[in-house]
C-alpha cells in the first residue's frame, strides 16, 4: 500500500524535473556571450580562437539539439564536464553539495529549536504583550537582510569579542577538533537560520492555541494535569503536521538563504559554487548545480509527503 | 461586515504599528522631492563618507552623496520594485491559478505542471541566473522576479478555487444557469481576494530582500537607480569606518520588511480566522 | 505512536551521522606558523594546469608551481628561470635578423616527480598550445612560430619565417608556464587529472586542494635552486566577502591578502602588523570611446569629454592617490611609455566651447541638443565592482556639469567581451594590461573603440619586426603622440595593484610576473 503510493509519488515528480531542466536549459544557453566570450577581452586570444573554443565545447549546435546530448547523456549520469575545472559535473558538485546540506541543516534544526521554545513562550503566554514581543523579535530575524546581519555577526564575534574564526569550515592546517568544527558552523547556521524561526514559531503557537481551545485539554486539566504539560502533549503533535508540510515547501527558500550565507562566510558551497559558474559562464556547472538543487527540492517535498501520510494516515492526497 | 473587520483590525497592535511605520516610508517616498531639496545623485568626491551632521542629516556616502536624500529616493524604487513584482506575480498567479482551478482537466495539470516546475528551483538562483545573461533594467528585474515568484500565488489560488467549487451557492448558481464566466468572476474570484492579498503584500516584502540579496551577489539594480539593497551593499567595504552608510538603508529595509509581513500576518488573521 | 518511535529514533541516528562524517572531514598535521605562509584570494583559481585559462588567480598560483623559460623582474628586465640564460644578439641566443631564437636550458632541472626537465619538454609545450583541437584561448606568437629544433637535451631552437621581437616577452608572459611531456603526452590532456594535482618544476606542490575553500601546498624539496623554498608551505585560501577577508586580516590569519581595493586602504594602514604593498604594472584605467559612435565621431566631443573631467578628482578621491592621472595611452611603467604627449588640463570652459563649435547647444533642460537629437552617452560597465561604479559615477556628474545626459549600463563581465566586440556601446570604462612588447594591445588587437588613423596604425605595424629595441620605442612613442591628438580613446589613471601583507613576510613583492612570482624566496 505505502510503496504503491510511494512509487506513485517518485514517478510523477518526472515530469516537472523534465519541464524544469528544459526551461533551464534554454535560460542558460539562449542569451548571447557564451564561456568562450571571457578570453575575448585578452588581446592574445584571437576571434578565431574564441570561435575554434566554441566549436570544440559543441555551443554551435543548435539549442535542441544540445538539449537532447545534455539529456541523454544527464539520465546515465553523465552530466558533462566542467569548461574551466575540466572536471566531470557530478564531481564538481559532489564536492559542495554536502557542505551545503551540512549549512542548511543545521539552520533548520536550529531554527525550528528556536522556533518551538519561541512557539511555546508565545502561546503560554497569557498576556497578549508576550505574544506581541515573541512575534516581533521573529518577524524582525526574517526581516534582516543576511548578509548585513552576517558581517554584524562577524564584525561583533569574530573581530571584537574574538570568539568565533572569520569564516571557513575549519582552521586549515590545524588537527581536527568538534570545537573548531562547531565554531566555524555556529555563526552562519544562527544566521541562516534566524530568517524562519518566525514561521516555525507561527505554526507551533497557532497549532498549541488551537488546542487548548478544545475540550479534552480541559478535560485533561481537570482530571489534574498541569496546563502545560496537557498543552504539549497534545498542542506539539497538533503543531507539526501543518509545519511538517511547511518545512518541505521552504526547502527551496532554505537554499535561496544559503547562497548568501555562504559568500559571507567563505562556506564552500552550491550557493558559491552556482555564483562563480554563472560568472564564468561555466555551462555544464551552473546546469549540473541547478538540477542538483532541484533534485534536493522534490526530494525535500517528497520526504514531506511521505512523513505528511505517516503523521496522518487519513491523508493521501494528491496535490 | 466592514465593522467587524474594523474592530478585529484594532485588537491587531502588531498589524497597526507595521501599517503605521509603512505608511510613514511610503509618503516619504511620494513626497521625496519636497523633503529634500538635495539633489540624490550630487557627487561631491571632495565630500565623501562625512558622519551625519546638520547638513547631511545621515552623512554622505563614499563619493560624496546625500545619504538621507538617496535614501528616500532609494525608498521610491525599492517600494516600488516590490509592489511592480507582486502586481505582476499577483495578476499571472492569480490568473493561472483561477484558470487551473476552475477548468481542471489538461489545462490544470499543464499549469499546475509548470507551477511544481518553477518551485522546485530556489528563486534566487532562477533570478540570478536569468539576471545574469541580459543587460538588467529595473522593470526587467521585475519581470524577473515576478516570473519566478507567481507559482505560490497561483498554487494558492489554484486551491482556493477548487474548494470554493465545491460549495453550495457555486453550485446552485451553476445550477440555475450561470454562465461558466459569470461564476468565475460574480462568486469565485472575489472570494479568492482575501488570500490574494495577503500573498501580494507578502510578496513585495520578499522582493525587496530579494533584490538586496541579488545586490549582493552582484546582479541587483544597475545604476543610477539607487535602492537600499544597491546602498546596503555598497555600504559595505564601510561597515567600519562609516557605518551609518549601512545603518540606515539597513534599517529601511527591516522596518519595512517587518511592516509589510505584520499587516499580512493581520490580514491574514482578519481575512480568515482559523 | 509508539511503533512510530524506533522510525524516528533511526532517522536521527542517522542524521547525526551524516553530521559527524561531513564534519570531520580534511584532518592534517599543522605546521609551525613560521614556515607556513596563508594567502588570502578572493576567487578560486580554475585550473592549476597551465594555458587553458586566463583568470589571473590562476595564474597566480600555478606560478607556484610551474616555471617559465624567463620571467619579468619587478623592474621589467629579464631574469632567466628554465633558460640558463637570457638570449641576446649578443650572445647569440637571438640571430641578428631576429628570427632564430636558442634557449639553453638549466640543467640538472627535475619535475615534481622526479624525471629530468629537457628540451623535449618545451618543444611539447609548444606543441599542446598551438594545437588546434584543444580548447587554448591564447595562442598569439606561439603560433607563428615555424619550426621548432631540439638538437640535444638543453638546447631549443625556435625558428619564425618574420622577424619577431615578441618572443622572449611571450616566454615570460604570465601563463607561459612549461608542461611536462612524460605526463601528458598521449593522454587526454584536457581533462588530465593534472588540472587538480599539477606536476611542475616550480618551488611548491600542491598537497590538497579543497573546493572551495583553500589550496595547500608544500615546499619542493628537489626545487633547482638551492636552500629554497624557504617556506615549508603556502596555503591559499578563498575568502569572496568583504567582511571575511576583513576579519581574517584583524585576526591576524592571513599573511597576504591579495587583490585589495583602495576602499581598503585606511583600514589595513590602521593595522599595525600589515603594510599595504603598491605595485606599478603595465595596466591603465580608461574610458573607451566608441569612434564609430555618430557622436563620438566628432573628435570635438571626445576632446571636450577629456577637458571636461577633473581626472585628479577621481585618482585623489575614489582611488586614494594611489594611482595618477594618465594622459598618454601607455603608462609610465612601461618602458615605451611617452611622457610628451598632448595633454588636457581640466578646463570646463574649453570643454563648453569645444560643444558649442560642433553645434550642440543648452536647451531648456540643460542637456545640450543639435538638431532636435539630446546629447545623451551611456557608459557600459562591468556590474559588481564597487569603486568602478563610483568612478563612473563622478565622470557623470562632471559631464553632467558640460550637459550631457550621460547614463550607466551594466552587464557582467563575460557579456562584456562580445558587446564591446560588436560595437553595442558608446562609452565604456575598464582597464587594460598592456604587453612588455606591444604587438598584441588595444590597438593591433582588438580596437573595440574602432580607431581609425592609418598613420598611427602604420607606426604600430612596424613594431613587431623593428628588431632595435629604441626604433620600437620611437615608434611607440610617435603613436602615443597622434593618439593623444585623436583621443581615441580617454586615458583616466595608472592601475597599481595592491595588497595587504604582514610586516614580517620577507621578500614578498610583487611585479610584472605577478604576486606570487618569487614566492620561493619568502620567508618570515
Redesign the interface.
Known amino acids: 500500500m505505502v510503496s504503491r503510493y510511494a512509487v506513485k509519488r517518485i514517478l510523477g515528480t518526472i515530469?516537472?524535473?523534465l519541464?524544469?531542466s528544459f526551461?533551464?536549459f534554454l535560460?542558460?544557453h539562449?542569451?548571447?556571450?557564451?564561456?568562450?566570450?571571457?578570453?575575448?577581452?585578452?588581446?592574445?586570444?584571437?576571434?578565431a580562437?574564441?570561435e575554434?573554443?566554441r566549436e570544440?565545447?559543441g555551443l554551435d549546435e543548435p539549442l535542441l539539439v544540445q538539449y537532447g546530448t545534455w539529456l541523454q547523456n544527464a539520465v546515465t549520469g553523465n552530466w558533462g564536464?566542467s569548461?574551466?575545472?575540466?572536471?566531470g559535473v557530478l564531481d564538481?558538485v559532489r564536492?559542495?553539495l554536502?557542505?551545503t546540506?551540512?549549512l542548511t541543516?543545521?539552520a533548520l534544526v536550529l531554527s525550528l529549536l528556536a522556533g518551538f521554545i519561541l512557539g511555546i513562550i508565545g502561546a503560554l503566554g497569557t498576556r497578549?504583550g508576550t505574544y506581541?514581543i515573541v512575534?516581533?523579535l521573529a518577524?524582525?530575524g526574517?526581516?534582516?537582510?543576511?548578509?548585513?546581519s552576517?558581517?554584524?555577526v562577524?564584525?561583533f564575534f569574530?573581530?571584537y569579542l574574538?570568539w568565533i574564526?572569520?569564516?571557513?569550515?575549519?582552521t586549515?592546517?590545524?588537527?581536527?577538533s568538534?570545537i573548531d568544527?562547531l565554531s566555524h558552523?555556529a555563526a552562519p547556521a544562527v544566521v541562516l537560520g534566524s530568517v524562519y524561526v518566525?514561521q516555525w514559531t507561527?505554526y507551533v503557537q497557532?497549532g498549541l492555541r488551537?488546542v487548548m481551545r478544545e475540550d479534552y485539554i480541559r478535560t485533561a486539566k481537570a482530571k489534574g494535569i498541569g496546563h502545560l504539560e496537557a498543552s504539549l502533549k497534545h498542542g506539539l503533535p497538533n503543531a507539526a503536521i501543518p509545519l511538517v508540510t511547511v518545512l518541505g515547501?521552504e526547502a527551496?527558500?532554505l537554499?535561496?538563504?544559503a547562497?548568501?550565507t555562504e559568500?559571507?562566510?567563505?562556506?564552500?558551497?552550491l550557493?558559491?559554487?552556482?555564483?562563480?559558474s554563472?560568472?564564468?559562464?561555466d555551462y555544464p556547472v551552473?546546469m549540473g548545480?541547478?538540477m542538483v538543487?532541484?533534485l534536493v527540492?522534490?526530494l525535500a517535498?517528497l520526504l514531506t509527503d511521505f512523513a505528511y501520510s505517516?503523521l496522518d494516515p487519513r491523508v493521501r492526497y494528491d496535490g | 461586515m466592514r465593522h467587524i473587520l474594523l474592530r478585529r483590525f484594532t485588537k491587531e497592535t502588531l498589524a497597526i504599528i507595521g501599517l503605521f511605520v509603512l505608511a510613514v516610508f511610503v509618503l516619504a517616498a511620494i513626497f521625496a522631492p519636497f523633503i529634500t531639496p538635495v539633489d540624490p545623485n550630487r557627487v561631491n568626491p571632495r565630500e565623501m563618507l562625512r558622519p551625519p551632521s546638520s547638513s547631511h542629516w545621515m552623512g554622505t556616502d563614499d563619493i560624496g552623496r546625500d545619504v538621507f536624500s538617496r535614501l528616500l529616493y532609494a525608498g521610491r524604487a525599492s517600494l516600488s520594485l516590490g509592489v511592480g513584482v507582486a502586481l505582476v506575480s499577483v495578476g499571472l498567479g492569480g490568473a493561472l491559478g483561477a484558470l487551473a482551478g476552475f477548468s481542471e482537466g489538461w489545462i490544470d495539470a499543464l499549469v499546475s505542471l509548470l507551477i511544481d516546475s518553477i518551485l522546485s528551483v530556489p528563486i534566487l538562483a532562477l533570478a540570478m541566473v536569468a539576471s545574469a545573461f541580459i543587460d538588467l533594467t529595473p522593470w526587467r528585474l521585475i519581470l524577473i522576479l515576478a516570473l519566478s515568484s507567481w507559482p505560490t500565488t497561483a498554487r494558492l489560488v489554484r486551491g482556493q478555487v477548487l474548494q470554493l467549487k465545491q460549495l453550495t451557492y457555486v453550485e446552485a448558481a451553476h445550477a440555475i444557469g450561470a454562465t461558466r464566466l459569470r461564476v468565475l468572476f460574480r462568486h469565485i474570484v472575489p472570494n479568492t481576494l482575501g488570500v490574494v492579498s495577503v500573498s501580494a503584500s507578502l510578496l513585495v516584502a520578499y522582493a525587496i530582500l530579494i533584490e538586496s540579496a541579488l545586490s549582493f551577489l552582484g546582479f541587483g539594480v544597475p545604476p543610477p537607480t539607487a535602492t537600499w539593497g544597491g546602498m546596503l551593499y555598497g555600504a559595505q567595504l564601510y561597515y567600519r569606518e562609516a557605518p551609518w552608510l549601512a545603518v540606515f538603508p539597513g534599517l529601511s529595509i527591516t522596518l519595512v520588511v517587518a511592516s509589510i509581513n505584520f499587516l499580512g500576518e493581520g490580514l491574514k488573521r482578519i481575512v480568515g480566522p482559523t | 505512536m509508539n511503533s512510530k518511535r524506533p522510525v524516528s529514533l533511526m532517522a536521527l541516528v542517522v542524521v547525526v551521522f551524516a553530521f559527524m562524517g561531513v564534519m570531520t572531514g580534511g584532518v592534517q598535521a599543522i605546521t609551525p606558523a613560521a614556515e607556513r605562509a596563508v594567502i588570502g584570494v578572493p576567487q578560486e583559481p580554475r585550473t592549476l594546469l597551465p594555458h587553458f585559462d586566463l583568470l589571473t588567480l590562476s595564474h597566480e598560483v600555478q606560478s607556484l608551481v610551474f616555471d617559465r623559460l624567463l620571467t619579468l623582474d619587478t623592474d621589467g628586465d629579464y631574469l632567466p628561470r628554465l633558460a640558463a640564460v637570457v638570449p641576446s644578439v649578443a650572445n647569440g641566443g637571438i640571430s641578428p635578423d631576429g628570427r632564430t631564437y636558442t634557449f639553453t636550458l638549466r640543467e640538472g632541472v627535475e619535475w615534481q616527480d622526479g624525471q629530468p626537465f629537457t628540451s623535449a619538454d618545451v618543444k611539447f609545450t609548444w606543441e599542446v598550445i598551438t594545437n588546434p583541437d584543444l580548447p587554448i584561448p591564447s595562442r598569439s606568437i606561439w603560433d607563428e612560430v615555424v619550426s621548432v629544433e631540439t638538437p640535444d637535451p638543453y638546447t631549443i631552437v625556435f625558428e619564425f619565417a618574420e622577424p619577431n621581437v615578441a618572443f622572449l616577452a611571450v616566454t615570460a608572459r604570465s601563463n607561459a608556464f612549461m608542461l611536462p611531456k612524460h605526463l601528458l603526452e598521449g593522454e587526454d590532456i584536457v581533462n588530465s587529472s593534472l588540472n587538480r594535482n599539477p606536476v611542475g618544476t616550480g618551488p611548491f606542490t600542491v598537497q590538497e586542494w579543497v573546493s572551495g575553500s583553500h589550496i595547500a601546498l608544500e615546499r619542493n624539496p628537489g626545487y633547482w635552486q638551492d636552500d629554497k623554498p624557504e617556506l615549508a608551505e603556502i596555503v591559499v585560501r578563498i575568502i569572496p566577502g568583504t567582511e571575511g577577508q576583513r576579519a581574517a586580516l584583524q585576526r591576524g590569519e592571513l599573511d597576504v591578502l591579495l587583490d585589495i581595493t583602495s576602499a581598503d586602504l585606511s583600514f589595513v594602514e590602521g593595522l599595525n602588523q600589515y603594510q599595504v604593498v603598491t605595485t606599478p604594472t603595465y595596466a591603465w584605467w580608461h574610458f573607451w570611446l566608441n569612434n564609430d559612435d555618430p557622436v563620438l565621431s566628432d573628435g570635438n566631443v571626445r576632446r571636450a569629454l577629456v577637458y571636461g573631467l577633473d581626472k585628479a578628482a577621481i585618482t585623489e578621491t575614489v582611488m586614494q592617490g594611489v594611482n595618477v592621472p594618465l594622459d598618454a595611452v601607455f603608462p609610465p611603467a612601461h618602458w615605451a611609455h611617452n611622457p610628451d604627449v598632448r595633454t588636457y588640463p581640466y578646463d570646463p570652459a574649453r570643454a563648453q566651447e569645444l560643444l558649442e563649435e560642433s553645434g550642440w547647444t543648452v536647451g531648456a533642460d540643460g542637456i545640450r541638443q543639435k538638431d532636435g537629437t539630446r546629447l545623451r552617452l551611456e557608459v557600459l560597465n562591468i556590474a559588481g565592482q564597487a569603486e568602478r561604479l563610483r568612478v563612473i559615477q563622478i565622470a557623470q556628474a562632471y559631464w553632467r556639469d558640460l550637459g550631457i545626459d550621460v547614463q550607466v549600463r551594466e552587464i557582467d563581465g563575460a557579456s562584456f567581451p562580445p558587446t564591446m566586440g560588436s560595437g553595442d556601446f558608446q562609452i565604456a570604462y575598464g582597464w587594460f594590461g598592456e604587453e612588455h612588447e606591444p604587438v598584441f594591445n588595444l590597438w593591433l588587437g582588438t580596437n573595440w573603440q574602432n580607431y581609425d588613423n592609418q598613420e598611427a596604425f602604420d607606426l604600430l605595424a612596424q613594431v613587431p619586426t623593428t628588431v632595435e629595441q629604441s626604433e620600437r620605442r620611437a615608434l611607440i612613442q610617435e603613436f602615443q603622440k597622434l593618439a593623444a591628438e585623436d583621443v581615441p580613446t580617454l586615458p583616466l589613471a595608472t592601475r597599481a595593484l595592491l595588497s595587504a601583507a604582514r610586516t614580517d613576510l620577507q621578500g614578498y613583492q610583487p611585479g610584472l610576473a605577478g604576486s606570487l612570482w618569487n614566492a620561493a624566496d619568502w620567508s618570515k
Open positions: 515530469p516537472r524535473i519541464l524544469i526551461i533551464l535560460l542558460i539562449l542569451p548571447s556571450g557564451g564561456p568562450a566570450d571571457i578570453y575575448a577581452g585578452d588581446p592574445s586570444a584571437s576571434p580562437d574564441i575554434r573554443i570544440l565545447w564536464r569548461f574551466v575545472e575540466r572536471r564538481v564536492d559542495r554536502l557542505n546540506l551540512l541543516g543545521t497578549r506581541n512575534q516581533g518577524v524582525l526574517m526581516s534582516i537582510p543576511t548578509f548585513w552576517g558581517a554584524l562577524i564584525l569574530s573581530v574574538q574564526p572569520s569564516g571557513g569550515m575549519y586549515i592546517g590545524a588537527s581536527f568538534w568544527r558552523l518566525a507561527r497557532s488551537q515547501l527551496p527558500k537554499i535561496s538563504g547562497m548568501v559568500v559571507v562566510f567563505s562556506w564552500p558551497g550557493g558559491r559554487l552556482l555564483t562563480d554563472l560568472l564564468a559562464r551552473v548545480v541547478l538543487l532541484v527540492v522534490v517535498n505517516w
